[in-house]
C-alpha cells in the first residue's frame, strides 16, 4: 500500500502528547491553514494591487474556508 507524506508525518508526530491527546493531525491542519492563507494571500494582494475584484480579504475568507472543510 501506497503511503504519503502527511500519513508518515502524521504518524510521527502523534507520537508527541498534549495532557493525554495526540497532536499529528493538529499539526498538520494547522500546516494546511498557514499554507494556503500564504499561497491564496499571495494571489489577493497581487490582484489588489492591480485594482480587480477579489482582491486579498476575498481570497483569504475564501482559503479559511477550503482548508478548514
Known amino acids: 500500500m501506497l503511503t504519503t507524506f502527511d ?3 502524521a504518524e ?5 502528547q498534549v495532557n ?3 497532536v499529528g493531525n493538529l499539526i498538520l ?3 494546511a491553514l498557514v499554507l494556503s492563507m500564504l499561497l ?6 497581487e490582484r ?3 485594482g480587480r475584484s477579489a ?3 476575498t481570497h483569504l475568507l475564501s ?3 477550503v482548508a478548514s472543510s
Open 7 to 9: 500519513q508518515k508525518l
Open 12 to 16: 510521527y508526530l502523534n507520537g508527541y
Open 20 to 22: 493525554g491527546w495526540p
Open 29 to 31: 491542519v494547522m500546516i
Open 40 to 45: 491564496c494571500g499571495a494571489v489577493g494582494l
Open 48 to 50: 489588489e494591487i492591480r
Open 55 to 57: 482582491g486579498l480579504r
Open 63 to 65: 482559503a479559511w474556508a
